[in-house]
């Protein structure tokens, strides 16, 4: 129930931040936000739900993110550069082969990108050191990326349910013991 609640949050703040800047000049509205940055934002973060989120290649990667790049995950630095990126990538490449990432929903405001994605694979490989459990996942997640003057991703601030995540795959909590 919370990930619907702060995926709504997320939009709105999203929306109300993305004003239309118009200026005045004589009975004329004059747009100056950058239509053509826009719309270059916007295919950019198609591109990169297919070849990012999607990673296939490390070109691909190299192409869409600075070198500084930086990855939050539930509000904790995971990747501080290109490098980290493509081993983080790599880890689920390894993990789900079969892993798709789809988009829910998408808002693009100036240089930043609002999505709402779902994950879906089968864990048949190897994932963070431990052997693969062969169940199947699907889960929606959150990410607020960041664009640069060149269309290239510097941040991303990733928001998903570990617990669903992990759950799926057949961990479960045990209850601490309190004596």
Same mark, same amino acid.
């Given at each position: 129930?919370?990930?619907?609640?702060?995926?709504? !949050?997320?939009?709105?703040?999203?929306? /109300?931040?993305? *004003? $239309? +800047?118009?200026?005045?000049?004589? =009975?004329?509205? #004059?747009? !100056?936000?950058?239509?053509?940055?826009? /719309?270059?934002? *916007? $295919? +950019?973060?198609?591109?990169?739900? =297919?070849a990012? #989120?999607?990673?296939?290649?490390?070109?691909?990667?190299?192409?869409?993110?600075?070198?500084?790049?930086?990855?939050?995950?539930?509000?904790?630095?995971?990747?501080?550069?290109?490098?980290?990126?493509?081993?983080?990538?790599?880890?689920?490449?390894?993990?789900?082969?079969?892993?798709?990432?789809?988009?829910?929903?998408?808002?693009?405001?100036?240089?930043?990108?609002?999505?709402?994605?779902?994950?879906?694979?089968?864990?048949?490989?190897?994932?963070?050191?431990?052997?693969?459990?062969?169940?199947k996942?699907?889960?929606?997640?959150?990410?607020?990326?960041?664009?640069?003057?060149?269309?290239?991703?510097?941040?991303?601030?990733?928001?998903?349910?570990e617990?669903?995540?992990?759950?799926?795959?057949?961990?479960?909590?045990?209850?601490?013991?309190?004596?």
């Open positions: 129930m919370k990930s619907p609640m702060m995926f709504l !949050i997320f939009m709105v703040i999203g929306c /109300v931040s993305c *004003k $239309n +800047n118009k200026a005045q000049k004589g =009975n004329e509205n #004059l747009e !100056i936000s950058s239509n053509n940055i826009m /719309v270059a934002t *916007k $295919n +950019n973060l198609e591109t990169t739900i =297919n990012y #989120l999607n990673h296939k290649g490390e070109k691909e990667i190299d192409s869409l993110v600075t070198e500084d790049y930086l990855r939050n995950m539930n509000g904790i630095p995971v990747v501080t550069n290109k490098a980290e990126l493509k081993a983080r990538l790599k880890l689920y490449g390894n993990g789900f082969p079969d892993y798709n990432i789809t988009l829910n929903n998408s808002i693009v405001c100036n240089n930043q990108g609002y999505v709402n994605w779902i994950f879906t694979g089968t864990n048949t490989g190897e994932f963070a050191e431990v052997m693969a459990t062969g169940k996942v699907r889960i929606s997640g959150f990410s607020h990326f960041y664009f640069n003057e060149e269309g290239r991703i510097y941040q991303e601030d990733m928001f998903y349910n617990l669903e995540f992990l759950q799926q795959l057949g961990y479960s909590l045990e209850a601490p013991i309190l004596k």
